[in-house]
């Protein structure tokens, strides 16, 4: 029970110091379409919209946590508008000063999975900063 809630509060912390620390900005789905892989085809597919937490870190870092999901990002570049990816081609794009952007998950249509579904999707997305 005491492991338990050390754990727990650990988590906390940890949340709360990373919220706190960096740039953090809320986003919500705008609309999303992609492809769903199934049967051993793609098909078209529409996804409902999903909630983001994106947190910008220091030194060219941010993460991106959604649906159960985290994506840790290197060497972003940024001015006004923000550029993530992943060597896996997961990426960000959002505008700072409107908020608006866009999320893409592409990998999937490279490596088709034998027996099993996988989905590729790009969504628009609104972003507002959370207050700190």
């Not at 919500?28 to 769903?36: H, K, Q, Y």
């Not at 051993?40 to 909630?51: L, M």
């Amino acid at each position: 029970m005491r492991f338990s809630i050390g754990v727990l509060s650990l988590l906390l912390g940890i949340s709360v110091y990373a919220a706190e620390g960096n740039n953090s900005w809320s986003c919500e789905g705008v609309n999303s379409i992609g492809f769903l892989w199934q049967e051993g085809r793609w098909e078209n597919q529409s996804f409902a919209p999903a909630t983001y937490l994106f947190t910008i870190g220091s030194e060219s870092s941010a993460s991106l946590i959604f649906s159960g999901y985290q994506w840790v990002f290197e060497n972003c570049t940024s001015s006004n508008i923000i550029r993530c990816s992943t060597n896996l081609g997961n990426a960000i794009v959002m505008n700072f000063q409107t908020g608006e952007g866009a999320v893409s998950s592409i990998v999937a249509a490279s490596v088709p999975p034998a027996d099993e579904t996988a989905s590729t999707f790009i969504e628009r997305i609104q972003c507002s900063r959370v207050n700190q």
